[in-house]
């Protein structure tokens, strides 16, 4: 069985500021990663993803993630972060792309300051 | 892009009493669908797999007949929970995702509904 683990619970960063959000996961089989973005009473919207090829991920909105198998590892970063960017963020992993559930971590509560 | 519609997005109801929530792909066939639970601060934890047509499969530790998920349709997938208890109070999700051909194959998620139990 696959599993995940989100090193930090809470990470506060004054904004402007870099941030990375650290990710690792396990697994004896090939999976698929994922970073979803949570805000409040919400639902989930995915970041980015990897599913294959280039092993750096981009998202539209200045995130980006890469993939090193060698550190089973898919850590999230952004160069500069803004106020909007207080979130709920969770990685998760997939054996596939549809049919099966992904299993998440436990999530990170991203807290810009100003 | 796909989206998921869930609602209601939050309901209060009498103990005892069953709820209702739906889960739509609005643009998507949505051949398998997932339902999870959120409980305060913490992350998703997932409570059923359904495929359209087919019997929901649950995760260990999910009561059956308490949260009771039908699938009937491609759009469609709902989840009952029955004889509601304050401990039933959450945050539930769903999720959808369409055939591997479709541009939309992936995992979409609705916008969750707030239960609370009084």
């Known amino acids: 069985a696959q599993s995940v683990t989100q090193l930090d619970s809470q990470v506060p960063v004054f904004e402007e500021a870099p941030v990375e959000l650290r990710c690792n996961y396990s697994s004896s089989v090939s999976v698929y990663l994922f970073w979803y973005v949570q805000y409040p009473n919400q639902g989930l919207q995915l970041l980015l993803k990897?599913?294959?090829?280039?092993?750096l991920v981009e998202s539209i909105n200045g995130f980006e993630a890469e993939f090193n198998k060698s550190q089973t590892s898919f850590h999230l970063r952004k160069p500069s972060v803004h106020i909007s960017d207080t979130a709920e963020y969770f990685c998760?992993?997939?054996?596939?792309?549809?049919?099966?559930?992904?299993?998440f971590g436990s999530g990170t509560r991203l807290q810009v300051q100003p | 892009g796909a989206v998921v519609s869930q609602h209601p997005s939050w309901v209060i109801c009498k103990s005892g009493t069953s709820v209702k929530i739906e889960c739509r792909s609005l643009?998507?066939?949505?051949?398998?669908m997932f339902w999870y639970r959120q409980f305060p601060k913490q992350s998703l934890m997932l409570m059923a797999t359904?495929?359209?047509?087919?019997?929901?499969?649950?995760e260990q530790g999910v009561e059956k007949d308490k949260f009771l998920i039908n699938h009937a349709s491609l759009t469609l997938s709902t989840l009952t929970v029955t004889s509601a208890h304050p401990e039933d109070s959450s945050f539930y999700i769903c999720?959808?995702?369409?055939?591997?051909?479709?541009?939309?194959?992936?995992?979409?998620f609705g916008s969750g509904t707030r239960l609370t139990v009084v």
């Open positions: 990897y599913l294959s090829g280039s092993t």
């Open positions: 999720s959808a995702s369409g055939t591997r051909r479709s541009p939309n194959y992936g995992y979409t």
């Open positions: 998760a992993v997939s054996l596939d792309t549809g049919r099966r559930a992904l299993t």
């Open positions: 643009d998507f066939q949505a051949t398998t």
């Open positions: 359904s495929n359209e047509g087919s019997k929901a499969t649950y």
